[in-house]
């Protein structure tokens, strides 16, 4: 299976680079200052699941054009748009898209520009992100990407898939219910990267400070996706929350830690989507609002 992985970051560099330590043919569609770092240095994964340096194959946009069967689309929502127009050329009949964006409001934009069928749903729990040498630092137990059928169940393509991703050295895991999962990590990642972020803080001192903020904050988000009718679980709240507690003190979420670079955040992307949503059902946020509102003065700022 030919496998284009749209971006060497974070999650692109971890879960593809765990493709190509297998032995997988795998591709990164990359810029040119991410192709100079890989040529020279290669892609390096510090990982608590094993360090590994590799040598994968780099293509900027436009070079080398053939369909691929699968795309992992790994960037920020924010680069969304231009990232959409490089991999229009490697789309053939066949090719399925895999997304591993945080969110949702991606899988409507994708589904709209290429049609249902070619879109499967995708997220990931990990905590990874590049340091100052484009190195992936992967720190928490945690590492599995879920994808699945937007519809629901199996197929014989996602099993032909998860063939290709079984044996790595990271958990790969499909889905038959990949629409809950995707609202059920938006909500965990609503509530964890708008709580870090306001606090400026990795979540064990915030526990520490009290929980109810937390809790709120998971209830106020969970109200809005009810109302929009979003398929997330009764007691999720409650699930996350736990999750939340067994956290290590030093966990912080990927927009704390683009915030300590200064880097943009995806806020719009997480939490200004669910607001409008609020907006258009009336439903009351003021603490989803407090939290964006924190992150655009930060983004002002920036
Ligand atoms: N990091 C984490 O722990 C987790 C992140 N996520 C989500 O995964 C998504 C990706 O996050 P993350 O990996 O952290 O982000 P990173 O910023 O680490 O990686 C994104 C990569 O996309 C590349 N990119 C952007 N536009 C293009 C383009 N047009 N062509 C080629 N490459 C491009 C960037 O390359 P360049 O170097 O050229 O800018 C960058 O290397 C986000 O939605 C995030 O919320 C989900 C779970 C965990
Ligand atoms: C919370 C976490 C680390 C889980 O994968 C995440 O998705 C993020 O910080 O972006």
Request: glycine fraction near 8%.
């Amino acid at each position: 299976m030919k496998i284009l992985v749209l971006g060497a970051g974070a999650v692109g560099g971890y879960f593809g680079g765990r493709l190509v330590e297998k032995g997988e043919d795998v591709t990164f569609l990359v810029r040119e200052a991410r192709q100079k770092q890989l040529t020279e240095h290669g892609l390096v994964i510090n990982s608590v699941h094993g360090d590994v340096k590799l040598q994968p194959k780099t293509i900027l946009a436009g070079e080398a054009v053939i369909p691929f069967d699968l795309i992992l689309f790994a960037t920020k929502s924010y680069h969304f748009h231009n990232a959409i127009e490089a991999i229009k050329p490697y789309i053939g009949d066949q090719t399925l898209i895999l997304p591993l964006l945080n969110g949702y409001q991606h899988f409507d934009q994708l589904k709209e520009m290429f049609g249902q069928e070619k879109i499967l749903g995708g997220l990931c729990f990990v905590e990874a992100t590049l340091n100052e040498n484009g190195e992936v630092v992967q720190t928490s137990p945690t590492h599995q990407l879920s994808f699945g059928e937007l519809k629901g169940g199996t197929s014989v393509r996602v099993e032909a898939i998860r063939e290709v991703f079984s044996g790595t050295k990271t958990v790969f895991h499909l889905s038959e219910n990949i629409v809950q999962d995707i609202w059920h990590k938006y909500l965990f990642i609503t509530t964890l990267s708008g709580i870090t972020t306001l606090m400026r803080s990795a979540i064990g001192p915030i526990r520490e400070e009290g929980e109810t903020f937390i809790e709120q904050l998971f209830e106020e988000t969970a109200t809005i996706m009810r109302a929009v009718g979003a398929p997330i679980a009764d007691g999720i709240e409650r699930k996350h929350m736990e999750t939340v507690r067994k956290q290590s003190y030093t966990m912080k979420s990927s927009m704390l830690r683009d915030m300590e670079k200064s880097y943009p955040t995806e806020a719009d992307h997480i939490q200004g989507y669910l607001l409008q949503l609020a907006e258009q059902h009336r439903v009351q946020a003021p603490l989803l609002t407090l939290v964006y509102r924190n992150l655009r003065v930060y983004e002002k700022n920036n």
